[in-house]
Protein backbone atom coordinates (compact mmCIF):
# COMPACT_ATOMS: atom_id res chain seq x y z
CA UNK A 1 0.00 0.00 0.00
CA UNK A 2 2.40 2.40 -1.50
CA UNK A 3 1.19 6.71 -1.34
CA UNK A 4 -1.17 5.89 1.01
CA UNK A 5 -1.59 8.67 3.62
CA UNK A 6 -1.42 7.90 7.00
CA UNK A 7 -3.26 9.97 9.52
CA UNK A 8 -1.08 11.25 13.02
CA UNK A 9 -3.94 12.13 15.61
CA UNK A 10 -2.44 14.16 18.14
CA UNK A 11 -4.27 14.06 22.00
CA UNK A 12 -5.13 16.97 23.86
CA UNK A 13 -2.03 17.08 26.19
CA UNK A 14 0.06 17.55 22.97
CA UNK A 15 -2.00 20.24 21.32
CA UNK A 16 -1.80 22.01 24.36
CA UNK A 17 1.60 21.86 24.87
CA UNK A 18 2.75 23.13 21.61
CA UNK A 19 0.61 25.92 21.91
CA UNK A 20 2.19 26.43 25.51
CA UNK A 21 5.58 26.57 23.40
CA UNK A 22 4.45 28.57 20.90
CA UNK A 23 2.93 31.37 23.68
CA UNK A 24 6.57 31.28 25.50
CA UNK A 25 8.08 31.60 22.56
CA UNK A 26 6.19 34.64 21.10
CA UNK A 27 6.27 36.47 24.63
CA UNK A 28 9.67 36.24 25.19
CA UNK A 29 10.66 37.32 21.49
CA UNK A 30 8.35 40.28 22.32
CA UNK A 31 9.88 40.91 25.63
CA UNK A 32 13.30 41.18 23.84
CA UNK A 33 11.87 43.78 21.62
CA UNK A 34 10.45 45.79 24.48
CA UNK A 35 13.57 45.77 26.65
CA UNK A 36 16.02 47.01 23.42
CA UNK A 37 13.37 49.07 22.03
CA UNK A 38 11.93 50.83 24.86
CA UNK A 39 14.79 53.40 26.14
CA UNK A 40 15.32 53.91 22.15
CA UNK A 41 11.58 54.83 22.17
CA UNK A 42 11.74 56.91 25.70
CA UNK A 43 14.72 59.14 24.21
CA UNK A 44 13.07 60.00 20.90
CA UNK A 45 9.52 61.24 22.61
CA UNK A 46 11.75 63.54 24.94
CA UNK A 47 13.77 65.08 22.04
CA UNK A 48 10.56 65.39 20.60
CA UNK A 49 8.96 67.22 23.75
CA UNK A 50 12.22 69.46 23.85
CA UNK A 51 11.79 70.31 20.32
CA UNK A 52 8.43 71.03 20.56
CA UNK A 53 8.85 73.41 23.84
CA UNK A 54 11.65 74.98 21.73
CA UNK A 55 9.13 75.57 18.69
CA UNK A 56 7.01 77.45 21.22
CA UNK A 57 9.40 79.62 23.03
CA UNK A 58 11.93 79.68 20.77
CA UNK A 59 14.48 82.41 22.64
CA UNK A 60 14.93 80.25 25.50
CA UNK A 61 18.48 78.89 26.14
CA UNK A 62 16.92 75.71 28.11
CA UNK A 63 13.85 74.18 29.49
CA UNK A 64 13.86 72.96 33.24
CA UNK A 65 10.99 70.87 35.29
CA UNK A 66 9.14 72.45 37.64
CA UNK A 67 9.36 70.84 40.80
CA UNK A 68 5.70 69.54 41.92
CA UNK A 69 4.01 70.21 39.15
CA UNK A 70 3.78 67.40 36.73
CA UNK A 71 4.76 68.07 33.05
CA UNK A 72 5.59 71.80 33.53
CA UNK A 73 8.44 73.51 32.57
CA UNK A 74 9.78 76.95 32.57
CA UNK A 75 11.84 78.09 29.70
CA UNK A 76 15.09 80.39 30.84
CA UNK A 77 16.92 82.98 29.25
CA UNK A 78 20.18 84.09 30.58
CA UNK A 79 19.06 82.23 33.71
CA UNK A 80 15.43 84.13 34.05
CA UNK A 81 12.48 82.70 33.49
CA UNK A 82 10.86 83.90 30.55
CA UNK A 83 7.94 81.55 30.10
CA UNK A 84 5.81 78.30 31.51
CA UNK A 85 5.56 75.52 29.24
CA UNK A 86 2.61 73.69 30.51
CA UNK A 87 0.09 70.66 29.64
CA UNK A 88 -3.85 71.97 28.22
CA UNK A 89 -6.59 69.64 27.31
CA UNK A 90 -10.13 69.75 26.48
CA UNK A 91 -12.76 67.83 24.82
CA UNK A 92 -13.19 68.35 21.21
CA UNK A 93 -15.51 67.43 18.59
CA UNK A 94 -13.19 64.23 17.77
CA UNK A 95 -12.67 63.57 21.48
CA UNK A 96 -9.54 65.05 23.65
CA UNK A 97 -7.78 67.49 22.32
CA UNK A 98 -4.41 67.41 24.01
CA UNK A 99 -1.79 70.08 23.88
CA UNK A 100 1.13 72.17 25.02
CA UNK A 101 0.56 75.78 26.07
CA UNK A 102 3.51 78.44 26.17
CA UNK A 103 2.59 81.69 28.61
CA UNK A 104 4.59 84.12 30.16
CA UNK A 105 4.60 84.44 33.56
CA UNK A 106 2.35 87.04 33.89
CA UNK A 107 -0.45 85.26 32.21
CA UNK A 108 0.16 86.08 28.25
CA UNK A 109 -0.06 83.64 25.79
CA UNK A 110 2.90 83.16 23.63
CA UNK A 111 1.68 80.22 21.49
CA UNK A 112 0.76 76.26 21.91
CA UNK A 113 0.90 73.26 20.08
CA UNK A 114 -1.64 70.67 19.54
CA UNK A 115 -0.12 67.16 20.46
CA UNK A 116 -3.02 64.70 20.48
CA UNK A 117 -6.17 65.42 18.52
CA UNK A 118 -8.81 63.34 16.85
CA UNK A 119 -11.08 66.51 14.89
CA UNK A 120 -12.53 66.94 11.55
CA UNK A 121 -9.66 67.18 8.69
CA UNK A 122 -10.35 70.46 7.23
CA UNK A 123 -12.44 71.69 9.82
CA UNK A 124 -11.26 70.65 13.51
CA UNK A 125 -7.84 69.82 12.78
CA UNK A 126 -7.05 73.33 11.50
CA UNK A 127 -6.80 74.67 15.16
CA UNK A 128 -3.22 73.79 15.20
CA UNK A 129 -2.65 76.04 12.10
CA UNK A 130 -2.61 79.66 11.05
CA UNK A 131 -4.60 82.21 11.06
CA UNK A 132 -6.47 80.77 13.95
CA UNK A 133 -3.42 80.02 15.85
CA UNK A 134 -2.52 83.59 15.98
CA UNK A 135 -5.25 84.98 17.27
CA UNK A 136 -4.02 83.35 20.62
CA UNK A 137 -1.15 85.31 20.91
CA UNK A 138 -0.22 88.48 23.51
CA UNK A 139 -3.70 87.71 24.98
CA UNK A 140 -4.40 87.28 28.45
CA UNK A 141 -7.32 85.03 30.37
CA UNK A 142 -10.26 87.76 29.70
CA UNK A 143 -9.96 87.74 26.16
CA UNK A 144 -9.81 84.05 25.53
CA UNK A 145 -12.91 83.81 24.49
CA UNK A 146 -14.51 82.36 21.46
CA UNK A 147 -17.06 84.64 19.60
CA UNK A 148 -19.02 84.36 16.34
CA UNK A 149 -19.00 87.68 15.36
CA UNK A 150 -16.35 89.18 13.24
CA UNK A 151 -16.11 92.83 14.60
CA UNK A 152 -15.32 91.37 17.83
CA UNK A 153 -11.10 91.75 17.47
CA UNK A 154 -10.52 91.25 21.53
CA UNK A 155 -12.05 87.77 21.88
CA UNK A 156 -10.90 84.34 19.71
CA UNK A 157 -13.09 84.56 16.28
CA UNK A 158 -14.24 80.60 16.04
CA UNK A 159 -13.25 78.74 13.02
CA UNK A 160 -16.17 78.23 10.37
CA UNK A 161 -17.97 75.08 10.90
CA UNK A 162 -15.89 74.11 13.68
CA UNK A 163 -17.08 75.95 16.51
CA UNK A 164 -16.90 73.35 19.39
CA UNK A 165 -13.11 72.53 18.96
CA UNK A 166 -12.50 76.44 18.82
CA UNK A 167 -14.18 76.40 22.33
CA UNK A 168 -12.08 73.48 22.85
CA UNK A 169 -8.92 74.50 22.03
CA UNK A 170 -9.57 78.43 23.62
CA UNK A 171 -10.81 76.45 26.82
CA UNK A 172 -7.79 74.41 27.20
CA UNK A 173 -5.57 77.46 26.58
CA UNK A 174 -7.42 79.10 29.03
CA UNK A 175 -7.35 76.55 31.84
CA UNK A 176 -2.99 76.45 31.32
CA UNK A 177 -3.02 80.53 31.35
CA UNK A 178 -5.32 80.27 34.63
CA UNK A 179 -3.04 77.41 36.02
CA UNK A 180 -0.07 80.13 35.46
CA UNK A 181 -0.73 82.91 36.57
CA UNK A 182 -2.11 80.94 39.64
CA UNK A 183 1.05 79.43 40.37
CA UNK A 184 2.96 82.84 39.71
CA UNK A 185 0.59 85.50 41.08
CA UNK A 186 0.04 86.91 38.07
CA UNK A 187 4.22 88.76 37.71
Not at 144 to 155: E, G, I, R
Amino acid sequence: MEGAHVNKEYSIFQIAINLIITCLVSGLIIGLVYYFTAPIAAEKKEVSKQESMRSLVSDADNFKAVPDKDQWFTAEKDGKIIAYVVPGESKGYGGEIKMLVAVKPDGEVIDYSITTSNETPGLGDNASKQPFKDEFKGKKEANLTVTKDASDKDDIQAMTGATISSRAVTLAVKNAVHEVTDFTGGK
